[in-house]
Each structure stands twice: as structure tokens, then as C-alpha cells.
């Protein structure tokens, strides 16, 4: 696990690269989709943090103009994301918006206790950090991404991430939202998406001291420290702001937060 390269993220704790078992697991071969995540609802009347809160974050150019000049305030230092009122999993845009043509996309604006909550009701669970790792590599010793390591094929991204220049020009024909959960090319254990579309939620909490202080033999960072473990980028993931979509890479959230770029993969 791990990475020590220049392109690491500071303060992430994505090193140093060491060596680290993880006893067998089973892992989805894509994040869970809306259509999945209706099923839950249907059966439990689940109200996910995002309906609670009555808002969720959704970045701006997938916005029209007439919501991004209602927006009261955006994210402090990050000005593209913009607070819409009941946007959720079920209106991904906010009023207006709908999933018909989206069945098969990851669900988003779910948080990290809405993924718990599905978890418990599917029988399933997060993965671990290390599972995650693990599983991105898809048997590929030390490489950047899930597939090796170069992102361009014929000059274009070999997974969703930003394409063009961040964040307000995308490039002509690119759409900046997510893709079909089970789009693209699989990995070698035949996982998709594991680069890039939408960061997934892992069971950790999260620490830039992970590597330090959790064991070589399947690590968990157990201690709470208001935050929980992402991994694997989004669709906004440029080099120019944020590489995260590499295997290697870490992020994090509070448990309750939300955005139309989160969303979770399941494990057994």
C-alpha cells in the first residue's frame, strides 16, 4: 500500500509505501447505483443526511444559471460548489432534476452514514481502506492507477476525471458529471471505476497518520477522529487541483456530508 512519489498529495499520509496482507474479502465490481439505492428506500423509508439537512453540494457547471444565483454561499476556498436546496440522491441537480435516465449511475449526495444505513439492510459492509487499495490495484504491484501507469489513451483519460482546463472550461463534447457505475474498463479482478466518476466511501476513519499507525496485517484506522476515509477521486479530478484518482490516494469527509460526487462501493 501506499506511495512515496512526487506526485502524492501533502498532508494526505499517502506513505510510505509498505507492505501490508489483507485476509480474503469480497468487493463489488462497481459503486452501488441509483437504482439499487431506490430499492433500499422502497423497502425502509430511509431519509437520507442529505434530505435531512435540505441541502446538498453539487458543483456549479452541471447547475442552470437561475439556481447558481439563489445560491446564498458557496464552499469556503471552493467557490465551484455550490449549496442547492433539496438537492439529494433522488434530485441530483436539485428541483427539476431526476434519475429517469440514470438508473445505472452511482448514487450520489449519499453520506457516509447513509452508506452504513444501506450496508446494514443489503447485508454487506464498506471496505477497508487496505481492502479498497487492495482491490484498485487490481494485482498490479506499485503502479498509479488501477490499469498502470499512464491516464491518457490516444489522448484522452482512460476514466472520468476532468478533461479540459478546472474548473470552468471542460473540454468541448465532456460532459462534468458521473458515468454508468459499470462504464469503462474493468481493472484485472474486473472492478470498474475505480479511478475517478465518484469517490467511495471506505470504512476507516480517517488520519494522515494512517500509515504509521495502523498494522501490516489487514489495517483499520479505528480511532474517531470526525472524519471518514474516501477514496478514488471524482469526475472534478484535475492535476492541475487534485490528483486524487490515483490508487494510492486518500481523502476525507465528515460522516454526515454529502456532494454529487460521493458515493460507495460494498464489500462482504
Known amino acids: 500500500m501506499g506511495n512515496d512519489a512526487s506526485d502524492a498529495v501533502a498532508g494526505d499520509g499517502e506513505g510510505p509505501a509498505r507492505p501490508v496482507s489483507v485476509s480474503a474479502f469480497a468487493i463489488a465490481p462497481a459503486t452501488v447505483t441509483n437504482r439499487e439505492f431506490a430499492e433500499f428506500v422502497r423497502a425502509t423509508r430511509y431519509i437520507t443526511d442529505a434530505e435531512r439537512h435540505g441541502s446538498s453540494f453539487v458543483f456549479y457547471r452541471q447547475l442552470a444559471q437561475a439556481p447558481r ?21 433522488q ?34 459492509r464498506l471496505p477497508t481502506e487496505a481492502q479498497w487499495e487492495c482491490a ?28 479540459g482546463e478546472f474548473p470552468n472550461a471542460p473540454a468541448p463534447g465532456w460532459a462534468p458529471a458521473p458515468i454508468a457505475a459499470l462504464s469503462g474498463e474493468p481493472n484485472g479482478y474486473g472492478l470498474y471505476n475505480l479511478c475517478g466518476n465518484v469517490w467511495e466511501w471506505c470504512e476507516d476513519w480517517y488520519s ?9 496485517r489487514d489495517p483499520l484506522f479505528s480511532q474517531p477522529t470526525g472524519r471518514r476515509s ?9 492535476d492541475s487541483y487534485c490528483n486524487r484518482y490515483r490508487v494510492a490516494a486518500r481523502h476525507s ?7 454529487g ?8
Open 208 to 216: 494522515p497518520r494512517y500509515h504509521q499507525a495502523t498494522a501490516a
Open 69 to 89: 444565483d439563489a445560491a446564498r454561499q458557496v464552499a469556503a476556498g471552493l467557490p465551484w460548489w455550490v449549496p442547492v436546496e433539496d438537492a439529494c440522491w
Open 91 to 124: 434530485r441530483p441537480e436539485g428541483p427539476g432534476s431526476h434519475l429517469r435516465e440514470r438508473p445505472d449511475h452511482p448514487v450520489v449526495h449519499v453520506s457516509w452514514n447513509d452508506a452504513l444505513a444501506y450496508c446494514d439492510w443489503a447485508q454487506v
Open 230 to 238: 474516501m477514496r478514488g477521486g471524482s469526475f472534478l479530478c484535475h
Open 253 to 259: 469527509n465528515s460522516p454526515d456530508s454529502s456532494a
Open 261 to 268: 460526487n460521493i458515493g460507495f462501493r460494498v464489500a462482504a
Open 136 to 163: 484498485a490495484r487490481g494485482g498490479l504491484e506499485g503502479q498509479r492507477f488501477a490499469w498502470g501507469d499512464e491516464l491518457m489513451r490516444d489522448g484522452v483519460p482512460r476514466c472520468q476525471v476532468w478533461r
